[in-house]
């Protein structure tokens, strides 16, 4: 048990809509980070945010956006899904000042039809 | 930026034998690297870590990697493979602050011949 959780755990939507994707991060972190895990590949990197503020973003478009909230839980939103969208996404968080230890949810499954 | 490289998609040993999963890093500054264990449909677990210090990092479930600047390498290692070692191994590299977050490699599956 890493103390992230992530919700829901499965989701199927069609082209175009619309999906959020939740995460709580363990306590006394205060940076969250999101990865999308295509079948068979490494993650890759989302977002990250740190005290509310998006603090670095990998090579994804604006359709991917997201939220930190005071108490430091975390929204990905993912705008006019497309078939590509479907994958595992993972939600991880961290205490910045300690060390980069990373812990990651049991993520949340999307798949796009 | 930076990189990972594991090579080998698939790796098979027999139970009690050395499990060796190879990991090659490129970084513009010094780097931190992980290795994380995934099993199937489950979510990444940590094994080590590596930031500073001594080279040599030991972990969760008997497994341990050295870290190699000169060979910009960090290789996973466990002296007897265990039946419940079968999952899938990702080696991360990342740098201090992480604004880039974790660059993970594309993972090497790891199979257990009883």
């Known amino acids: ?113 | 930026a930076q990189s990972v490289t594991q090579l080998g998609s698939h790796v098979s040993v027999s139970e009690g034998a050395l499990v060796l999963l190879r990991c090659n890093y490129s970084s513009s500054v010094p780097p931190y690297l992980f290795w994380y264990v995934q099993y199937p449909n489950q979510g990444l677990q940590l094994l080590l870590k590596y930031t500073t210090g001594a080279t040599l990092v030991k972990g969760i479930n008997g497994f341990e990697a050295e870290f190699k600047k000169s060979e910009t390498s960090f290789h996973l290692t466990k002296p007897s493979a265990h039946m419940s070692d079968a999952a899938e191994y990702f080696c991360a590299v990342s740098v201090w602050g992480g604004a880039d977050g974790l660059t993970f490699g594309k993972g090497t599956h790891l199979i257990i011949q009883p």
């Open chain 1, 1 to 113: 048990e890493t103390g992230v959780t992530q919700s829901p755990t499965h989701l199927i939507k069609t082209r175009g809509q619309q999906v959020t994707l939740r995460c709580s991060s363990q306590s006394g972190h205060n940076t969250v980070s999101w990865y999308q895990q295509a079948l068979g590949q490494g993650p890759q990197f989302i977002f990250q945010y740190y005290r509310e503020e998006e603090n670095g973003r990998g090579n994804f478009p604006p359709r991917f956006s997201g939220l930190q909230f005071p108490n430091y839980s975390s929204e990905l939103n993912v705008n006019a899904l497309e078939l590509d969208d479907s994958a595992l996404y993972l939600c991880a968080s961290s205490l910045r000042e300690s060390g980069n230890t990373i812990y990651f949810g049991e993520g949340s499954w999307l798949t796009v039809v």
